[in-house]
């Protein structure tokens, strides 16, 4: 019985070594091609994508992340009072969840923001606003468009936009101008 076991673990052995060997995943390398130093082969290896860094130091001041976009701040800030399902900076999407202002069935609203830019203008975001009118619980119709609504929100979220990018750009100079 052992000796069974051994033999289908020595051949799964070797067929896992013929498919990786097959796979072009066993690759014999020149030691040429390869720096002796070992930072120089870690720097080699990062460049050409086989290898993975846990810190990277190099950028520790700068980023690109929901905070430093003035759309998406502006856009959390105008639907603050609204719970949401999802917010995706990585998508470029924010979705509320069904919102009633007065605790009854009868009227809700839900709101959709894509952003298709970064840059402040009034394409950059694709607001789709949904209201859900209830006669009971059970029975409710719904719609997708409401223009005055959404003309509003985009209106809103592009003066606060603008508003956060001027305030930006004033602490920057202010900055600039502190002497150290």
Known sequence: M?????????????TII??????????????????????????????????????????????DFATSNELWRA???TLEFMPLI???YGGGILITDWYNENNNYEDYIKISVRFLTNEIRSDA??????TKK?????????????????NKLVSTILTKASK????QKAQRRKIKKTPR
């Not at 052992?2 to 070797?14: A, D, E, H, M, Q």
């Not at 029975?139 to 005055?148: A, K, L, S, V, Y």
């Not at 956060?164 to 305030?167: A, C, E, N, S, T």
């Open 2 to 14: 052992n000796l069974g076991r051994l033999i289908v673990k020595v051949s799964f052995l070797i």
């Open 18 to 63: 013929f498919h990786l060997n097959s796979c072009g995943i066993y690759r014999p390398t020149d030691a040429r091609e390869f720096p002796p130093e070992p930072k120089k082969r870690v720097q080699k290896n990062l460049d050409e994508g086989r290898g993975f860094k846990l810190f990277d130091n190099k950028n520790s001041g700068t980023f």
């Open 75 to 77: 856009s959390l800030d």
């Open 86 to 88: 999802s917010a995706d």
């Open 125 to 130: 975001l694709n607001v789709k606003v949904y």
């Open 134 to 150: 209830c006669v009971n619980v059970n029975e409710c119709i719904i719609n997708e468009d409401n223009p005055e609504i959404k």
């Open 164 to 167: 956060y990018k001027q305030d």
